[in-house]
């Protein structure tokens, strides 16, 4: 798979816009800001009870999705790039910040997503590693590409946090990748 034709037709997020959702412990989209509805091109009333999926794009490695559960679930804030698909079929990349949300008894009991522009040279950069994802979930499976990632992060001594940050700061993965 290959992403660079994303680039040409891509719905560029202005420098203010918060693309906020909440969802339940499932990932059913319980709340979505204007700017959500704005870009995702669905209504309140056609996204409430609705997988968050339903903005994904088709072209993402199902390893990402994978660590951001595997964060999440843990009580770990994530962050990534992420290529979504609005539903008139625009493509918009976003720089996601998903974090669990607690009750007053410290019970996980939701996730509150928080997406904003992502870096130009951040997206391209991605796109290359999410290229390797691709070509590895498609020759072996989601597992083998996970894998990949992690043993990448320990090799070079970088948490995907860092990585994904560097990338949105500096819009380049330095010695990485």
């Known amino acids: ?30 709340y979505g800001n204007l700017d959500f509805i704005h870009y995702s091109g669905y209504s309140e009333e056609q996204f409430l009870g609705k997988p968050h ?4 794009h088709p ?8 660590l951001l559960w595997n964060f999440i ?7 990534a790039f992420v290529c979504n698909l609005s ?15 607690y009750d007053e ?6 996730y509150y997503s928080v997406r904003r522009r992502p870096s130009k040279a951040g997206v391209e950069a991605v796109i290359g590693i999410y290229n390797q994802l691709l070509q590895i979930e498609k020759e072996q499976d989601m597992n083998a590409s996970v894998q990949f990632v992690l ?17 949105q ?9």
């Open 87 to 101: 539903r008139n079929g625009g493509t918009y990349w976003v720089f996601t910040n998903v974090t669990p949300s």
């Open 105 to 110: 008894k410290g019970a996980m009991i939701s």
């Open 169 to 177: 700061d500096q819009g380049k993965i330095g010695g990485y990748w």
């Open 1 to 30: 798979m290959d992403f660079t034709h994303l680039l040409k037709n891509e719905i560029f997020l202005q420098n203010d816009t918060l693309i906020t959702s909440k969802t339940d412990l499932q990932g059913k989209i319980i």
């Open 73 to 79: 679930q843990n009580g770990k804030e994530f962050f």
């Open 59 to 66: 072209f993402m490695p199902r390893a990402a999705f994978k």
């Open 151 to 167: 043993d990448y992060l320990e090799q070079n001594k970088i948490t995907w946090t860092e990585l994904m940050i560097n990338l």
């Open 53 to 56: 999926s339903i903005v994904r």
